[in-house]
């Protein structure tokens, strides 16, 4: 009885197998844009993505049929968009920290798997000395970066307000790579958390047609909550 079930079992895969067809996955006349990301922070690694009709600025695309993408080896679950920018991405799973790429693999259609990756084991990381509590717009500011920047990759140091309110904004620093400082301009006085982050951007390796895509790495340190004056 229990060999029976095991070939029942077999049996079924292999006709749900033979059945797969073209009509299974989303339209090959649409092209889609595959926008990917890692983000990395303290001992998280996670891996997210969004499809765009035609380009980068085309419609999100929600995966139909059996199409799916993983990262890792781990499939990507999906979150439906409740507004055109919220969640920043559809999907979304986790990277073991041990993991020293990142691998991408979006089952398009039939028999054409687009495979994208990233080295992320050699990115730096930005930090500011723990004694820093006060900021002044003119005046910069130190940082250290743990290693070398590679290609294409930049240095983002964000103001983000400690209080969330409906006017509340974010302010982006000016970056000196040559004396490794950033220097604030126009942020209001109050209370910040400083975001640091450095970014690491490339163009996808297989793409869908002519659509194109993007990978991007954010490694990011949150540094003190610190006072502009």
């Given at each position: 009885?229990?060999?029976?079930?095991?070939?029942?079992?077999?049996l079924t895969t292999l006709l749900l197998a033979s059945c797969e067809s073209d009509?299974?996955?989303?339209?090959?006349?649409?092209?889609?844009?595959?926008?990917?990301?890692?983000?990395?922070?303290?001992?998280?690694?996670?891996?997210?993505?969004?499809?765009?009709?035609?380009?980068?600025?085309?419609?999100?695309?929600?995966?139909?049929?059996?199409?799916?993408?993983?990262?890792?080896?781990?499939?990507?679950?999906?979150?439906?968009?409740?507004?055109?920018?919220?969640?920043?991405?559809?999907?979304?799973?986790?990277?073991?920290?041990?993991?020293?790429?990142?691998?991408?693999?979006?089952?398009?259609?039939?028999?054409?798997?687009?495979?994208?990756?990233?080295?992320?084991?050699?990115?730096?990381?930005?930090?500011?000395?723990?004694?820093?509590?006060?900021?002044?717009?003119?005046?910069?500011?130190?940082?250290?970066?743990?290693?070398?920047?590679?290609?294409?990759?930049?240095?983002?140091?964000?103001?983000?307000?400690?209080?969330?309110?409906?006017?509340?904004?974010?302010?982006?620093?000016?970056?000196?790579?040559?004396?490794?400082?950033?220097?604030?301009?126009?942020?209001?006085?109050?209370?910040?958390?400083?975001?640091?982050?450095?970014?690491?951007?490339?163009?996808?390796?297989?793409?869908?047609?002519?659509?194109?895509?993007v990978i991007r790495v954010i490694r990011r340190k949150t540094a003190v909550e610190?006072?502009?004056?």
């Amino acid at each position: 009885m229990k060999h029976t079930s095991i070939l029942l079992t077999l049996l079924t895969t292999l006709l749900l197998a033979s059945c797969e067809s073209d009509s299974d996955y989303p339209d090959t006349q649409i092209q889609l844009y595959q926008q990917y990301e890692v983000f990395i922070q303290d001992n998280s690694k996670a891996g997210f993505a969004n499809f765009r009709n035609g380009g980068a600025d085309g419609e999100r695309f929600h995966l139909t049929g059996d199409s799916k993408v993983s990262v890792n080896n781990h499939r990507m679950l999906y979150t439906p968009s409740t507004s055109a920018d919220y969640p920043e991405f559809n999907y979304a799973s986790f990277i073991d920290l041990t993991d020293q790429k990142a691998k991408f693999e979006f089952k398009r259609s039939k028999g054409n798997t687009l495979k994208n990756e990233v080295d992320i084991s050699d990115i730096a990381y930005v930090t500011i000395p723990d004694n820093v509590r006060n900021l002044y717009n003119g005046t910069p500011v130190e940082f250290t970066l743990s290693g070398t920047l590679g290609n294409n990759d930049n240095i983002r140091v964000m103001l983000v307000p400690t209080v969330v309110t409906e006017n509340a904004a974010t302010y982006e620093a000016d970056v000196n790579y040559m004396n490794n400082t950033f220097t604030l301009t126009d942020v209001p006085t109050g209370r910040y958390n400083v975001r640091l982050d450095v970014v690491r951007t490339r163009p996808t390796q297989e793409n869908d047609g002519n659509a194109g895509g993007v990978i991007r790495v954010i490694r990011r340190k949150t540094a003190v909550e610190v006072s502009v004056e």
